[in-house]
């Protein structure tokens, strides 16, 4: 069993989509992260920062799935990380309405000393800053560092974006903010220039139509499973993330081959997270559910063409 380090937001989301409208309810890069990395058997641990209005019950939904929350600060007197978005019709794209940093503006993270040398690290979206405050800390060099980052982070501080690039092992980005981060249309050559920065393999999210997986010589390509209800698409990537990065702290294979097994897991578990608003579906999701989808995953996939 692999030890996996979590960084990222855990936060307060307010979600209008065209199904309905939520006030503050639970959020974060991390929280998703952490709770679809819960499916494997993996040791995990998040570091991050909350102010304390955010309520003990979120922490202990973390606890409770045995992740250890020992690298979370809780600032007296300070307003947790708040984010607002609102959904087009098309549900692939969205706005940020409001984005609060508060108290990760001047959050400097802490890295559990038994997490110093964890296998794998998952760089959740937030100040790359921090990110690289994260991989400063660590004792020995892991086996994969993975970055997660959005629009928000190339807008206000891409300098640092690109410094914590250089030092990382993948990337996972989505289709839009990999042609910003390039200026390239074409998502061959927009990975080739992100693998060019540091990365050896990158990670396209294409939301509702699935995700490319890239190193120097091979393409992989899984779709997204075609679900009849698509309620809130937020935290898919993360969650996407958390199964990515889980299952490969739980298998300890990096192998490229394995990597591909990684993002089916991560799509599945992706596909339960946007059927209910926030954190609702994965907290409720069980693992019979998870290996019936697999399945399903299997059969939309597997073909068997003869080629002359
Ligand atoms: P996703 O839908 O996977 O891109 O992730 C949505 C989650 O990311 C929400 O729960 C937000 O709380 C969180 N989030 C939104 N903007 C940011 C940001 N700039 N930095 C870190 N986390 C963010």
């Known amino acids: 069993m692999g030890k996996l380090l979590i960084v990222g937001t855990l936060a307060f989301d307010a979600i209008e989509s065209p199904f309905g409208k939520t006030d503050k309810i639970l959020g974060g890069a991390a929280t998703f992260i952490g709770l ?36 979370v600060e809780i600032v007296q007197g300070g307003k947790t990380f708040f984010w607002s978005g609102k959904y087009h019709n098309d549900m692939n794209t969205r706005d940020t309405l409001v984005t609060e940093l508060n108290t990760l503006a001047d959050f400097n993270p802490i890295v559990p000393e038994d997490y110093k040398n964890a296998d794998i690290v998952m760089l959740g979206n937030l100040h790359p800053s921090i990110q690289m405050g994260v991989i400063n800390q660590l004792s020995t060099r892991p086996k994969l560092i993975v970055l997660d980052t959005m629009n928000f982070w190339m807008d206000n501080a891409l300098d640092e974006l690109i410094e914590v690039i250089k030092h990382i092992d993948v990337i996972t980005i989505n289709d839009e903010e990999a ?28 939301g509702e139509h699935g995700a490319l997986l890239f190193d120097e010589k091979n393409i992989f390509f899984a779709p997204a499973l075609p679900l009849k209800e698509v309620f809130d698409p937020t935290g898919a990537g993360d969650t996407f993330a958390g199964g990515f990065s889980g299952y490969l702290a739980s298998t300890e294979n990096i192998s490229f081959e394995n990597m591909k097994n990684a993002i089916i897991h991560g799509s ?39 080629i002359k």
């Open 268 to 306: 599945n578990l992706a596909s339960f997270c946007v059927e209910k608003f926030g954190t609702e579906r994965m907290q409720s999701l069980k693992k019979e559910e998870v290996e019936e989808r697999l399945h399903q995953f299997k059969a939309l996939t597997q073909f068997d063409i003869e």
């Open 36 to 71: 679809a990395a819960s499916k494997f058997q993996v040791d995990s641990a998040i570091v991050s920062v909350v102010g304390d209005d955010f309520p003990q019950e979120y922490l202990d939904l973390l606890t409770n799935r045995n992740i250890d929350i020992s690298g």
């Open 179 to 206: 042609r910003q981060l390039t200026g390239e249309y074409s998502l061959v050559t927009a990975a080739e220039k992100i693998s060019a920065m540091g990365p050896k393999y990158v990670v396209i999210k294409k």
